[in-house]
């Protein structure tokens, strides 16, 4: 949206087309992800997090050899070596997750003997083991700061049932390890969001995977992108129960404030991920025969839609259905790298393959010209 006195400047770059691309398609007036062609809810649905990390990041979805080779790529248990350790250990307490997955990932660029060969393959092969270290970086980081022992990755459960394991020293029962896998496919991948730019701009200088991925942690880190999920449910548990929900929401608008887990710059008649969510979310809270946050859930929406037209985003079934499965709350937002890390890696390779430096302009508004006098 172009400003008045500015008719090539727009705020936000709110509809500015800065790129092209093939990996995902966001069609916020069908309200349809589409990720290399396939429909994001049906893969959801029915595929898992490993095929849609391959879609992505090679190019396809993978046939059954080659998931299993794809699997093994990732060296599910070998990512995290004593050293690694240490650098958690070294770290202060209160170390948010998400710092600390962004320093891991920082260490683990210095044992890539090849770690500024941006050529497709290189970029493929980091990619698998970005893909592997993530959720181990996560769930060691997470225990080792809580005091905990790390629990080692097995190799014979997936990448979202190893990730709970690891974290909460727990195999998940089917139904949870279903609906989290889901979430990680709704999470892999949405366009030129604020993180996905952040890491192809950093890749169009031609710097190397590690950097931009590191650059992307800390975009998604942001309130306003993924750490909406962690703020959403801090909100929700000022919420005791259903009749308080409209109230807190009547008094969020009064007050203007911002509730995070709504709203979206590209969906503005609702995100195509969250019906399915939304949908696999409320299975799941009837079979664990507890729809508490459910509920409050949908009053909240209810009221915002009512009141202000704006929907919740994916942020918003994520943060009561990861808090129902009881993963504590930082915990939130990593989650969502884990997921949006196949998507990062598409998009650096992709710019890897056909760069031109990203490096837009700006309309300078500060004073004219003046000179100097030398100190007074
Ligand atoms: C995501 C977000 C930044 C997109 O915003 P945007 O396209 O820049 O839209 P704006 O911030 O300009 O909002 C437009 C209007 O809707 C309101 N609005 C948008 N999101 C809102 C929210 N979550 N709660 C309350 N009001 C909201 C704004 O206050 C603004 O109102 P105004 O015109 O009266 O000033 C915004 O919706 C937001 O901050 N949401 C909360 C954070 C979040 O959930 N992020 C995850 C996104 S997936």
Redesign the pocket.
Known sequence: MAEKNHPNYSP?L?GVVAGLTKISRVDPDKQVLTLRGYDATELADQASFEEVAHLLVVGHLPNKKEKENFTKDLGVGEHLNEDMIALFKAMPKETHPMDALRTGISFLAGSDEDVTNNSHDENIRKAKRLLGATPEIVATSWRVLQGKEPIEARSDLSIAANFLYTCLGEVPDPLTEKLFNASLILYAEHGFNASTFSARVIASTLSDIYGCVTGAVAALKG???GG?NEE?MKVLLQVKDVKQAEERVLK?IAT??????????VYKNGDSRVPTLKKLGSQYAEAKGDTKWRDIAQVMEDVMVRE?G?HP???FPSAWIYYQMGIPIPLYTPIFAVARMSGWCAHIIEQHDANRLLRPSCIYEGPEYKSYKGLA
């Open positions: 936000g709110e309130p306003l992108h909406a959403a969020a203007k404030e911002k509730l995070m887990g709504f709203g979206h710059r202000k704006i985003n994916v942020d």
